[in-house]
């Protein structure tokens, strides 16, 4: 009885110990999504993400076969919703990528593509905590296909030509203000009375 009430104090200090630790950490490096995860945190959260996740969510093989109008659907579907994170190269570097805590990662890298495709699976229909990536998961058969699809598009992001990657572009979403000015230029170009010259393109960062 006295070594596990021995046991239980021990534990217990060292579990404030690591508390006190993480707030006076916390308080130096303060709190803005900016910063550079550590090596350390990365390891921890990597490795909780892969404990969280279900053994046979990560034996999960992939049903769908991949063929070119797979991976043509994926793609579109990638630059409407993933990109503006992910970017259309799978990169990360887009500004909403960087400004997420932590950075959207370069899927095209190891840490992504050593993943299983189960792996892949479950962090898009369930997203991961703590994090930017949110659950895509629609409870459908059809969203779990279109999910399947994806994960032969991020198979596919080490090895995407740079004309393909302009060609999504296309459909990546726009702003308000682009859809305004493209139906100003329509307007313009077809010769609409009073239709206003359009303007010139916002810059943008």
């Given amino acids: ?21 993480i707030v006076v950490w916390i308080g130096a490096r303060g709190m803005s999504a900016r910063a550079e995860p ?7 959260a990597r490795t909780m993400r892969r404990l969280a996740m279900p053994r046979e969510a990560r034996d999960m093989k992939n049903p769908v076969a991949r063929s070119p109008d797979v991976i043509a659907e994926a ?6 919703h993933c ?12 500004e909403m990528g960087r400004g997420l805590y932590p950075k959207s990662p370069d899927m095209r890298l190891p840490a992504t593509q050593s993943l299983t495709d189960g792996e892949l699976f479950y962090i898009i229909e369930n997203g991961v905590r703590l994090t930017g990536m949110p659950a895509w998961s629609t409870g459908t058969e059809a969203g779990r296909t279109s999910t399947w699809h994806l994960v032969h598009f991020i198979r596919e992001l080490p090895r995407l030509p740079d004309d393909q990657i302009e060609q999504m572009k296309a459909f990546n979403p726009r702003s308000a203000e682009e859809i305004r000015q493209q139906i100003d230029e329509e307007k313009f170009l077809g010769g609409a009375p009073d239709a206003p010259a359009p303007p010139p393109s916002p810059h943008k960062h």
Avoid at 5 to 21: D, E, F, N, Q
Avoid at 38 to 44: D, F, G, Q
Wanted: with cysteine.
């Fill in 1 to 21: 009885m006295k070594a596990a009430l021995k046991a239980s104090l021990w534990l217990a200090a060292v579990l404030a110990a690591v508390a006190t630790l």
């Fill in 83 to 94: 990109a503006i994170c992910h970017g259309n190269d799978g990169s990360g570097d887009t």
């Fill in 75 to 80: 793609m579109a579907h990638y630059a409407d």
């Fill in 38 to 44: 550590s090596r350390i945190e990365t390891t921890i």
